[in-house]
Structures are given as C-alpha cells and as structure tokens.
C-alpha cells in the first residue's frame, strides 16, 4: 500500500468513526459526509471503499485486532489466572468504551445485513477458539476441572460481547470497574470452578 492511499483511508476511518461517535446512524451516514469530513471527493471515495459496508468491516477489523491483542494477555498467559484475566478483561472493557459507537453499529448492522453477521460472528470466533485452547491447557495442566472447553469458551465469549454491548447502548449503567470485576468473577468459576 503506497503512503498516500493509507493516509487518505486512515483519514476516511477516523472520520467515520467521528462521525458515528457524534450520534451518526449508520443509516444516515452517507458518503458525502464522510468524504467530506475526510477532506476528499465522494468520487475519490470509492477508489478507497466499495461502499458503506466496506468501510465499517474494515474499521471494525482495526478495532477487534487491537481487542485481541489486550485479550491475548489471557490466551497466551503463563501467570496467575486471576491476574491475567483481570487485565484482559479490564483492558477490553476499555478499549469497547473508547470505541462504543463503532462497535455498538456493528452489532446493530449485523441483526440486519447478513453479510456484516457473518462477518461479526466470524471475529469472534477467533476469540472464542482462543478461549477454548486456553481452557483446554488448564485443563490438561490440572488447573480447571473438566468440561466442554468449545462450549465454555463460546458462552464466555457471547456473554462479554452482550454485557459490553448493554453496557455501551445503556450508556454505562455500571462503573467499569465493577463490569470488570464481575466479569472476572464469572470467568473465574467457569473455567476454573472457583472465585
């Protein structure tokens, strides 16, 4: 990818994402809005992005990559259980809130466009296997009783996506320290059946 074409699709994925963090719809998010706020042509818009779409897949792969790279504090950890899902947990709460409004739409877009569902439930998955190979070692380590790691690890997984979701669309009912710590807890009983 040349300098020039980065930048201008770096300018166009922060100002969509401004954009929606100032109370866009994405619905109402047209393409003239966006390339405006990027500073370039509608026209020149669509050398960058196929469409609306596109855009929002290709932001939201930005986000999730930086999600599991605080999430791998977990998947790869040799430590403390208890510490190392405290701090992924903690760090994924914050980087979800920093990024509420993206990922609140792609929830919304995914009940409705079946391409952005299969796409969304497919970053997940990623997640979720982590999880599972995680349980599985812990497992085999003696640290975590015995179960279904693939069923575990996919509720573990749905429920954080759903509580950050409600948490984010219900404008924060709980303060995220408390989220985090509950999520911890949960985590904790079901993969290691203890507090």
């Known amino acids: 990818m040349t300098p020039k074409r980065e930048a201008v699709q770096s300018a166009v994925l922060a100002a969509t994402e401004e954009l929606l963090t100032q109370g866009a719809s994405f619905a109402d998010l047209n393409i003239e809005k966006i390339a405006t ?42 430590g403390e259980p208890r510490i190392e899902i405290r701090a992924a947990l903690s760090r994924v709460a914050e980087l979800y809130a920093s990024h509420a409004a993206l990922l609140r739409v792609i929830v919304e877009v995914s009940t409705y466009e079946e391409e952005v569902a299969v796409f969304w439930r497919g970053l997940l998955s990623r997640f979720i296997d982590a999880t599972a190979s995680r349980i599985r070692a812990e497992q085999a380590a003696g640290n975590a009783p015995a179960g279904d790691p693939g069923a575990t690890a996919f509720t573990l997984v749905w429920m954080c996506e759903r509580t950050l979701y409600q948490q984010v669309v219900q404008q ?21 059946g203890r507090d």
């Open 37 to 78: 706020r990027a500073g370039i042509s509608r026209t020149a818009f669509y050398f960058y992005f196929k469409d609306k779409r596109e855009l929002l897949v290709k932001l939201t792969e930005d986000v999730t990559t930086d999600l599991y790279e605080q999430a791998d504090v977990w998947f790869s950890g040799q």
């Open 172 to 192: 924060q009912p709980f303060a995220a320290v408390t989220l985090a710590e509950t999520l911890e807890s949960v985590w904790m009983r079901a993969i290691y």
